[in-house]
């Protein structure tokens, strides 16, 4: 079957059943993650001139790679599986690009060699390539997460496992799911004296990715590690709070309606995109790209989002209080006259921020 994304076409296997029993995966889904990839590469070249390298660190049919090397990146594709690295040829071959293709575990090669940004793009979990992703980055990493349930807690044992944090299946989960991927990540480059700093996330009910940038040092590393802290939910009337600190401390119930409340952690609570770097991202979307317009959008609500841990859902809300939901601009424009900060957010169409609390939202928003 063929391919065309942005300025490549590439050859994958028919997908038998959602890519299980493919000869070699290919998601045609990803491709808004793969048109904000393309993008973002462009975006940080202009933001760090120096940068060159690219690897492609669990190519598959290569399609990442390829697109990359498109762009006049000095690009590595590699694969564990021979048909991937065979197909990786073929599809450079088809576009007449250059670039290197291993067939070789990528936790090897990472742990051997460091390219200016990385890219995970793995089968489920990437925290089996953390450590050696990195010790093999120099400037940027870019992850993929596919199993949205253990990050959000919908798999409470497995998250736990992978991620070392408590996730909880909350109504924000899948934020949940990013914050609890953004902790690992960071604790991980902590551990090498690294700041990790997300300038870039973005997540849907399919798969969690964001791009972090590197920092050295143990100061910053610790600066990172400061972000860090614990989300206290109460299932009940939807009130939440968080606090910093690798200790969690909760309040004892929940102050709205005296209810249990739930504590997920220790999960990122800092920005999780850097909103210029957003709009230079969405600058670098051109027409080539299959999901521009949905990519443009996306990114606008990015560089929108205010900056706090959790979101909102009116339509949850109003359930709760057993009322109507309304237009999100005019739900939206009743928390901002009453003095909120307030913003929707990319996690769904009924979404929004605010540094209201629940009971002040109730209030600001009532007819
Ligand atoms: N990045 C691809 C894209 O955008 O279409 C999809 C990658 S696919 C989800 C994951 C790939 O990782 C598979 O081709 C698999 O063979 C490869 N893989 C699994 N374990 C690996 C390892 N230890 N080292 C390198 N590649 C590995």
């Given at each position: 079957?063929?391919?065309?994304?942005?300025?490549?076409?590439?050859?994958?296997p028919?997908?038998?059943?959602?890519?299980?029993g493919?000869?070699v995966?290919?998601?045609?889904?990803?491709?808004l993650n793969?048109?904000?990839?393309?993008?973002?590469?462009?975006a940080?070249?202009e933001?760090?001139?120096?940068?060159?390298?690219y690897?492609?660190?669990?190519?598959?049919?290569?399609?990442?790679?390829?697109?990359?090397?498109?762009?006049?990146?000095?690009?590595?594709?590699?694969?564990?599986?021979?048909?991937?690295?065979?197909?990786?040829?073929?599809?450079?071959?088809?576009?007449?690009?250059?670039?290197?293709?291993?067939?070789?575990?990528?936790?090897?090669?990472?742990?051997?060699?460091?390219?200016?940004?990385v890219d995970?793009?793995?089968?489920?979990?990437?925290?089996?390539?953390?450590?050696?992703?990195?010790?093999?980055?120099?400037?940027?990493?870019?992850?993929?997460?596919?199993?949205?349930?253990?990050?959000?807690?919908?798999?409470?044992?497995?998250?736990?496992?992978?991620?070392?944090?408590?996730?909880?299946n909350?109504?924000?989960?899948?934020?949940m799911?990013?914050r609890?991927?953004?902790?690992?990540?960071?604790?991980?480059?902590?551990?090498?004296?690294?700041?990790a700093?997300?300038?870039?996330?973005?997540?849907?009910?399919?798969?969690?990715r964001?791009?972090?940038?590197?920092?050295?040092?143990a100061?910053?590393?610790?600066?990172c590690?400061?972000e860090?802290?614990?989300?206290?939910?109460?299932?009940?009337?939807?009130?939440?709070?968080?606090?910093?600190?690798?200790?969690?401390?909760?309040?004892?119930?929940c102050?709205?309606?005296?209810?249990?409340?739930?504590?997920?952690?220790p999960?990122?609570?800092?920005?999780?995109?850097d909103?210029?770097?957003?709009?230079?991202?969405?600058?670098?979307?051109?027409?080539?790209?299959?999901?521009?317009?949905?990519?443009?959008?996306l990114?606008?609500?990015?560089?929108?989002?205010?900056?706090?841990p959790?979101?909102?859902?009116?339509h949850?809300?109003?359930k709760?209080?057993?009322?109507?939901?309304?237009?999100?601009?005019?739900?939206?424009?009743?928390?901002?006259?009453?003095?909120?900060?307030?913003?929707?957010?990319?996690?769904?169409?009924?979404?929004?921020?605010?540094d209201?609390?629940?009971?002040?939202?109730?209030?600001?928003?009532?007819?």
């Amino acid at each position: 079957m063929r391919v065309s994304e942005g300025r490549v076409t590439v050859t994958v296997p028919e997908q038998p059943d959602a890519g299980k029993g493919a000869d070699v995966f290919f998601n045609p889904v990803q491709e808004l993650n793969r048109d904000i990839t393309v993008a973002a590469l462009r975006a940080y070249r202009e933001r760090t001139p120096r940068v060159s390298t690219y690897l492609d660190a669990t190519a598959a049919s290569g399609i990442r790679g390829v697109r990359a090397a498109a762009n006049d990146w000095e690009t590595t594709l590699c694969d564990i599986d021979d048909d991937a690295t065979a197909l990786c040829e073929q599809n450079l071959e088809r576009n007449d690009l250059a670039a290197s293709v291993r067939r070789s575990d990528a936790n090897v090669l990472m742990h051997s060699e460091a390219f200016d940004v990385v890219d995970v793009d793995p089968f489920g979990t990437p925290i089996p390539f953390a450590d050696a992703a990195v010790q093999g980055t120099k400037h940027l990493l870019c992850v993929t997460a596919t199993d949205t349930a253990p990050l959000c807690g919908a798999h409470f044992e497995s998250g736990v496992r992978s991620y070392g944090a408590v996730p909880r299946n909350t109504e924000f989960h899948a934020e949940m799911g990013m914050r609890v991927l953004l902790s690992a990540m960071v604790r991980t480059a902590a551990r090498y004296d690294i700041a990790a700093r997300p300038i870039l996330s973005h997540a849907t009910k399919h798969y969690a990715r964001t791009y972090l940038e590197f920092d050295h040092g143990a100061k910053v590393a610790n600066d990172c590690i400061d972000e860090l802290g614990y989300v206290h939910h109460c299932q009940h009337c939807l009130w939440r709070d968080h606090d910093y600190g690798l200790i969690a401390d909760p309040p004892e119930a929940c102050p709205v309606c005296d209810e249990h409340l739930q504590t997920a952690g220790p999960i990122w609570l800092g920005r999780t995109c850097d909103p210029a770097f957003a709009d230079a991202v969405s600058e670098q979307v051109t027409e080539e790209m299959g999901t521009a317009d949905e990519a443009r959008e996306l990114l606008a609500t990015l560089s929108e989002e205010i900056d706090t841990p959790t979101h909102y859902d009116q339509h949850r809300l109003c359930k709760r209080w057993g009322r109507g939901a309304e237009a999100m601009d005019e739900f939206i424009e009743k928390l901002r006259d009453a003095g909120y900060e307030a913003s929707r957010t990319h996690y769904g169409g009924t979404t929004f921020k605010t540094d209201a609390d629940v009971v002040e939202i109730r209030e600001a928003t009532a007819e």
